[in-house]
C-alpha cells in the first residue's frame, strides 16, 4: 500500500509539472513582450 501511496505522489508531482511546463510554453510570447516592454520603460 506505501508503494501505491508513493508511485501517487511522484504522479501527481509529475502531472502538475508538466501542466506547468505547457502553459509557459503557450504563454512565453507575452512573457518576453512584457519584460522587454518593462526593460525599455526602466
Given at each position: 500500500?506505501?508503494?501505491?501511496a508513493?508511485?501517487?505522489?511522484?504522479?501527481?508531482?509529475?502531472?502538475?509539472?508538466?501542466t506547468?511546463?505547457?502553459?509557459?510554453?503557450?504563454?512565453?510570447?507575452?512573457?518576453?513582450?512584457?519584460?522587454?516592454?518593462?526593460?525599455?520603460?526602466?
Open positions: 500500500m506505501a508503494a501505491l508513493a508511485t501517487l505522489k511522484y504522479a501527481t508531482s509529475i502531472v502538475a509539472t508538466l506547468i511546463q505547457l502553459v509557459y510554453l503557450f504563454l512565453q510570447k507575452y512573457f518576453v513582450k512584457g519584460a522587454l516592454v518593462e526593460a525599455i520603460k526602466g
